[in-house]
């Protein structure tokens, strides 16, 4: 699985709460990466990679649902749960807890 242990990660804070509404996404600098965060329509938050790795698709552009967010450029899907494309051959994309934390929006890298 490529999901980040949060349990070791240390969370870093990428912007306000209101940066996000429902239904979008977003790349953020976090260091020396690109994380790309979604606010689902429930209001939840799910976080990957910036970057597809096929053709390095701007993935916070993409498509998404609870389950998986799919790149803008080719339409290959990535889960939020494993970071797994469904199509073989892709890669996978990493993925990260994030979290709205005192007004902002968090996430462990």
Do not use: N
Request: hydrophobic share 40%.
């Amino acid at each position: 699985m490529t999901a980040v242990d949060p349990q070791t990660a240390p969370p870093v804070a990428v912007g306000p709460d209101t940066d996000l509404m429902p239904g979008e996404g977003r790349a953020y600098a976090v260091g020396d990466r690109q994380v790309a965060v979604f606010r689902m329509t429930d209001g939840t938050l799910r976080a990957t990679s910036a970057v597809c790795p096929h053709k390095a698709g701007p993935l916070a552009d993409g498509q998404f649902d609870l389950g998986k967010v799919v790149c803008p450029l080719h339409q290959y899907a990535f889960s939020f749960a494993t970071g797994a494309c469904s199509t073989d051959g892709i890669g996978t994309v990493e993925t990260y807890r994030a979290d709205d934390r005192d007004g902002q929006i968090v996430v462990w890298v």
